[in-house]
């Protein structure tokens, strides 16, 4: 098992990812468990070497922690109450570990670094299901997509910040739609209203919503769709540059 | 002066405060003027202790370094690149002001410690001029209120936080109308239109306008305004409870 030392770490400052997968009108959650005695959920997190930027680090965590290369991360919030690291909580995480923990940290200092309070930095995502391969890294027993309305009881406030990252995703949709690349090149009004419908968890008419789409003005209209029945046929729509 | 030591602080992170103003149809930023030997602007600023929050401490900040309470401030970005900490601009800041320095920070290591990468969240928030009186400290020369489009060069990349602070006070705009307490208790659809467009910086069409604001669901229409001519007269509205 790889060692994780405190060196070259910026000291009481995290980064934790919640990212949310698109897959068949659902909305998911990565979530990896941790290769400990007991039953640990934790978001994919890591620390910031001294080095790098903030950015860096958290596209360098989701690889390490998840295998996810070249995703469109962002920060949504930070999290820095005082009391969000249980000490008490993590204490019993270790003792229960001792020896893998043994192995992870080598240095008693170590030991004493990881359960000092931390300040974290949450980043979000959303991707294609179909696009992604996540894997299990040594730190971790399994990694998972997990339906937004039945996330397991995870370590900290992660519970709380995948809630947090929910509401800024929805509050950023309009203006991060194009980014997050979830559609075809091409796609119809109703395949775009299915994608909000799953990230906004409610049905929307398909009027108003339609008219609310085309008033962003990042829509271009392209040919009908060919079904067949031309009159019904569908428009095609594609993001302006 | 007081003196600053690094023993009580969460090491490498920063608070930075972009206050906005709104006053007569303008929109400015509070800023501090640092009482040094050359012309230093920066952000209200400053360190979280170990024992508080990082909401309790953007609080205390904003309160230690311009005198103001109680205002609705919220995080807005971390600001994390590893070369944002100019440290030969620092180092020059520091030469030019041993004799203050040295009052400030006791000892040697505070020195080092001041200069070292910092991690800044952050935070914002919008007031109305005529409510809030801010103050100078021992630490600065001056604080004054500056048009947005005429800000001072900052130290760091505080000018760069101010232009990422009023992108994001847009996109929350209309979601966040309600806390920023700028109109009086019943107002004009003009009066609020005036307010939009002077934090947009761009004009919006009354009928446009309208039906927005209507859309979103947060006002109340009340009687009309009297002016004498009731037929001309706008209706007031305030915002639902």
Chains 1, 2 share one sequence.
Request: aromatic share 14%; with cysteine; glycine share 4%.
């Amino acid at each position: 098992m790889r060692a994780i030392s405190q060196q070259n770490f910026i000291q009481q400052l995290s980064i934790d990812c919640v990212i949310f997968g698109y897959k068949d009108g659902n909305l998911q959650v990565l979530i990896p468990k941790l290769n400990l005695i007991g039953d640990f959920w934790a978001l994919p997190s890591g620390f910031i070497f001294q080095h790098e930027s903030i950015d860096q680090a958290a596209q360098r965590i989701l690889e390490e922690r998840a295998g996810l290369k070249e995703v469109f991360l962002d920060q949504f919030r930070v999290f820095g109450d005082a009391q969000r690291t249980n000490r008490a909580f993590f204490k019993k995480m270790v003792d229960l570990n001792q020896e893998k923990f043994g192995e992870i940290f080598i240095e008693k200092d170590d030991y004493d670094w990881i359960t000092k309070r931390f300040v974290s930095i949450g980043y979000y995502a959303l991707v294609d299901i179909n696009k992604v391969n996540p894997r299990t890294t040594e730190l971790d027993e399994s990694i998972d997509w997990y339906d937004v309305h039945d996330i397991p009881e995870m370590i900290l406030d992660h519970n709380q910040q995948v809630q947090q990252a929910l509401e800024m995703l929805r509050i950023n949709f309009d203006h991060k739609l194009i980014w997050f690349n979830l559609l075809p090149e091409k796609f119809t009004m109703k395949e775009l209203q299915k994608l909000y419908e799953v990230v906004f968890d409610k049905p929307f008419r398909r009027n108003n919503f339609q008219k609310k789409m085309l008033d962003l003005d990042v829509l271009e209209r392209l040919e009908k769709k060919f079904t067949g029945a031309a009159n019904k046929a569908p428009f095609l729509y594609r993001f302006k540059k």
